[in-house]
């Protein structure tokens, strides 16, 4: 039996859009005389639809893709797809999430999703009911075992999420194979994962898995690909590409056992960095690419947060495409424009130099009235990242930019940066990448040339909105930040077990997760953060703004 | 037997202070001789606490305070209250949404959750398993069925959202009455739909019910309290207070027929147009008390959304903390200024004029060499707002006021509005509020008295932003445009479904649903929204920003 992998980048609602590529995918395989096309989960509809799931009228446009789906097969080859379906029994949510088989023109069986992801960035129990029973499909004298991603993600901890294994209860009834249909996004630990766990459903079912898998950034949400097909003893047969789409075709002779017929090289890394790397590039490319935007616009400030932003939005939409503003004020030092100088050459990029200092004078002189003499405090310094967010937003309105936002995760997790001032932004680049890690992907992205001027990268993190300023001035070290910030935010801890993990003292823990807790208010109002991490801010983490805890 | 209901205000997490608040009313109870003191769901920790509840450390802070309960309730009163409590069972979530049974200063029993919403603003399948087992607690000679809130929320419709239905497990059992701890969050819909679905469920199933609901506001979600006693035919014994705090108490006899010992008067508004307002004071309140703020700041533009916000606020802060700003453009017509002031001085609170034309003629000096002789756009309407925004912040910041966002629902939802403008705000008061209920509520507020001035009432709509601009010049009229978006926003219908629902040209639904979904990144970074309605923009109405549906 020759079966394809299908792995695709869907654009969420965009129905004719989404046909058209899958329509392609199938005319390939049947060319190919495929017998079965294996295509990822809510593939018609891109995932995750979120609340355009409660629109009848959006989940009828799904049942009429498939019903193209159905005339372009015929009974020229098997599509297995994912779309939601109606739930018929009143009693429930109103839809499953389905794997939809497509045999001799028709609907032959729907499989749905039995374990629904509701935790993290997932809400499918808020749209979708749980599969109950567990059944094969027979095709071709072949028994199919049909899971929906989360169905297949057992971590073999001693703590599973679920009550009911979908894969045990499928082995019992003795599948030839087993299909997955999955939209399983991006993290910089998931590749190693993703393969760990699959692998260890073949071996222990003893079956042989194909895993397709979607790619893609949808918003925040970046999903790398990596279908993956596993012999019935866990070996890798085969993985396809990251962070691009890939149709390969498999041999399942009778033995069940697997031969790849077109090997299409990938140079798939699983180093932490280069994976970060390329995930931010898909993440801006998408965002762009899907909203049929083209150019970015930044404010480059000399730091190393706004230079590795400018590198990906190069990198992400090429060098004509993107704008750096230079926004010196009277405390930025002479090496933050040198230092800009120097990157926007390297990268062969334009700028343009506009000073804040004469419009911070005037708003200044207009509102010390109104200030009834207090000294200068972080009003002012707010004021000039204000400034530059005028600037920059007004250069995106007239020329049609998107404006990008610098800001990291560090700086994100403690509320350190100016609402409606360097906040701003249509996606924020690095807010999932804490200053620790911009540090070591700039030196990454330097290991064979100083694309990233060194001094930019050594010297001291400063906001230069006041004489002399230092982050250290307000901030831990980001070494000791960092540290504290991802016990927290990663790993769930509390104040005592950061203390009993790290062994740094009470009051600074206490100070850090105060600082965190207090700054949801801000985080609340920040842009869409491309997610690279198991858990980064944004949908995936949900705080009231209101709360005493930890304060 | 003799029953308390404590319907109370906690913080989320604020152990401490939630803890005195418990104790104060069992203190109460006691003094009165009570048999059982009833609390509402959740209420050790607050509700909704979201994601505090993966944090095993506040999950322990839960647990003590349970046992500190234990300690003063002894064998004096029993208690009823919720908190989470963890799951001894391995498989499935590692926490349940419970109800502590304390007798004898002992936990004599928990009952769990068995419903868990999952939709709108809720995500309880993000932390909680549900219940599976229904047995009843026996007290003092009576046989009691604990439920949690949702568990009782059977609408009566013929598509329920659930496959079980706890309250006819527990009938089953046949117990003399029925206790119901909630948190259940204020819509203008509400409070008749609790009484009637409380009501249904204890003649249905010849049951008096006593419902403890808990009141005030966690950042956009605002608690009416409302809590109930039915007798076992269904009629309403007495309801609690909305948007306050009670403690009331009720004698149930052999025959479980009911006394009110106690009787406060309330007025208990079922008016919608009381109930909306209301609800907003209590939201302004509780969110600048519970985060320790007391001063509020906002741009008031001689229009009726500004004005409006101005009146809630002075009503919920008091009207010496609350200021008013004056930024007249010189596109701002004279009258703009003339009702403001009349407004101010109708509300007796205080004001400061500064006008943005110097701010905005140097800024634009300074950008026009960027704009490449590009004609007057949005770009300087923009500018405008966003020069209002450094002001309003930089008074903010220098002075501890909180910025009061005035965007209206209908502004929201097309996106009519300036990001880092009249889009800032660390609270949106109006932002679940169309344009036509913003006129509703004025002439409501206006009924004895004229607060709100007429003219600003009476006059077209206008940003001011460019010479005669009217919202109708972007807009179609507010009319028309409500009456599209509440169709498609709260009840969830398609385009073609709108159409047959209304009446109204193909087109022009096209053009409103493409504006509702292309300011979906606008909303995404809009400050919390006050939530009145059933379907507010915010945590419960989620929607991807890049897709192509409906555009």
């Not at 869907?10 to 199938?26: H, L, R, T, V």
């Not at 009911?129 to 899971?147: D, M, P």
């Not at 390969?248 to 017929?261: A, P």
């Not at 890690?437 to 330097?446: G, H, P």
């Amino acid at each position: 039996m020759k079966i394809a992998l299908a792995q695709q980048n869907y654009i969420i609602g965009d129905f004719e859009g989404n046909f058209e590529k899958i329509s392609d995918a199938i005319d390939q395989a049947i060319q190919q005389n495929t017998d079965l096309i294996l295509f990822s989960e809510l593939a018609i509809c891109g995932y995750p639809p979120r609340d355009f799931l409660y629109f009848n009228h959006f989940i009828e446009q799904c049942e009429l893709i498939i019903n193209r789906i159905c005339a372009i097969a015929q009974d020229r080859i098997a599509v297995v797809i994912g779309a939601p379906s109606k739930n018929p029994i009143p009693d429930g949510k109103d839809l499953y999430n389905s794997a939809y088989f497509i045999e001799n023109g028709k609907v032959k069986h729907i499989t749905h999703k039995t374990l629904l992801p509701t935790y993290d960035v997932f809400d499918e129990y808020r749209y979708f009911e749980s599969n109950r029973t567990f059944e094969l499909v027979e095709y071709k004298g072949k028994k199919i075992a049909i899971t929906i991603c989360e169905d297949i993600w057992d971590t073999g901890e001693t703590n599973p999420l679920y009550t009911v294994n979908p894969v045990e209860e499928l082995a019992k009834l003795q599948p030839d194979f087993l299909l997955n249909l999955s939209a399983s996004p991006f993290n910089y630990k998931q590749a190693i994962k993703r393969i760990e766990i699959v692998s260890r459903n073949a071996s222990a079912f003893n079956i042989p898995i194909f895993y397709c898998n979607n790619t893609g950034a949808q918003t925040e949400l970046i999903f790398d690909g990596g279908s993956l097909v596993i012999d019935n003893q866990g070996r890798l047969i085969d993985e396809l590409p990251y962070f691009r789409t890939a149709q390969k075709y498999y041999e399942l002779d009778v033995n069940n056992t697997i031969q790849i017929i077109n090997d299409i090289q990938n140079s798939n890394t699983k180093d932490e960095m280069a994976l970060i790397h390329d995930a931010i590039i898909c993440g801006i490319k998408d965002y762009f690419g899907k909203l049929g935007l083209k150019k970015a616009i930044l404010g480059l400030s000399g730091g190393i947060d706004s230079a590795l932003t400018l590198y990906f939005a190069v990198k992400a939409l090429g060098k004509q495409n993107v704008l750096s503003v230079l926004m010196p004020s009277q405390y930025s030092t002479n090496h933050s424009v040198d230092d800009s100088l120097k990157l926007v050459e390297n990268l062969d990029t334009s700028y343009k130099i506009i000073p804040i200092k004469e419009a911070f004078d005037v708003l200044d002189k207009i509102l010390q009235p109104h200030f009834d003499g207090k000294p200068f405090d972080v009003t002012e310094e707010n004021m000039q990242a204000r400034i530059r967010a005028i600037y920059l937003m007004a250069l995106s309105n007239k020329h049609g930019y998107v404006l990008l936002n610098t800001t990291n995760k560090s700086e994100a997790a403690v509320g350190y940066g100016t609402l409606y001032g360097d906040m701003c932004g249509g996606l924020a680049v690095l807010a999932d990448i804490y200053k620790t890690q911009v540090y070591d992907l700039c030196r990454w992205i330097n290991r064979n040339d100083e694309i990233i001027p060194k001094n930019i990268i050594e010297k001291a993190p400063s906001a230069e909105l006041r004489p002399n300023q230092k982050d250290s001035d307000s901030l831990p070290d980001y070494e000791i930040l960092d540290r504290v910030l991802f016990e927290y935010i990663e790993n769930i801890k509390g104040p005592d077990e950061i203390r009993q993990i790290l062994g740094f003292e009470e009051a600074l823990i206490d100070r850090i997760l105060k600082l965190v807790n207090r700054a949801e208010f801000k985080r609340h109002q920040t842009p869409p953060i491309l997610r690279i991490s198991p858990r980064a801010f944004g949908s995936g983490r949900r705080v009231p703004i209101v709360n005493k805890y930890c304060q």
